[in-house]
């Protein structure tokens, strides 16, 4: 049975793969649909954006698509950059992509002091069938606090500044295997398998 990974991040395809394994499902993702209308992400919190792309990809290429929206929530930012982690720079014009989005964080957390700068990754996930209808949804986060400097060569969007203090260092700098023992995504995505596994799908 063939599931669309509803995204075109590859970090998170990376991930998505690496987690659930190939065992009981094919696995595809975005890019193999370069023209594919993208979803808008107009939700206003991590749950209702991953039900709207996961729904949206789902009757676009009528077939069962799991999509996840993920971020960044800062104590000191009021829970920010939140659902916007992704176009953090962008929509405070200070460009586009990881590095900015880093670059902005950095500065605007360069007065924080060191015991007030806790965070939080946050991931939802959900799971729809090719009519559009969400069946599952599954979510955690990992906690952590904001380094003053990036450390760290894997992962990807703002790993290298998260330290996930009960192992004193970054998601950059966790091999994969221990990354997905620890992280918001990795554990979202074990309670999803678990859920996925006791449904008996039938094809549509």
């Not at 649909?33 to 676009?60: D, I, M, W």
């Not at 996930?125 to 380094?147: F, K, N, Q, W, Y």
């Not at 295997?177 to 799908?201: M, N, P, Y």
């Amino acid at each position: 049975m063939q599931i669309l990974i509803a995204t075109g991040n590859p970090g998170k395809v990376r991930e998505f793969r690496e987690m659930l394994g190939d065992d009981r499902f094919q696995w595809s993702d975005l890019s193999v649909h370069p023209n594919a209308a993208p979803v808008e992400e107009t939700g206003a919190t991590f749950r209702a954006n991953a039900c709207l792309k996961a729904s949206a990809y789902a009757k676009q290429f009528n077939t069962w698509a799991l999509a996840d929206d993920s971020g960044l929530e800062v104590d000191a930012l009021g829970g920010n950059p939140g659902v916007t982690s992704a176009r953090w720079a962008e929509l405070h014009n200070r460009g586009k992509g990881d590095a900015d989005n880093n670059a902005l964080l950095l500065e605007q957390m360069q007065k924080v002091d060191d015991t007030k700068r806790g965070a939080r990754f946050v991931c939802v996930l959900a799971l729809s069938d090719p009519h559009g209808r969400i069946l599952l949804t599954a979510s955690d986060v990992m906690e952590g606090h904001l380094l003053r400097a990036p450390s760290g060569e894997n992962g990807f969007g703002y790993d290298p500044l998260f330290e996930v203090q009960r192992l004193g260092r970054t998601s950059a700098e966790l091999p994969p295997a221990e990354k997905h023992r620890v992280s918001h995504r990795g554990k979202a995505l074990r309670r999803l398998r678990t859920l996925i596994d006791r449904i008996r799908f039938v094809e549509t």
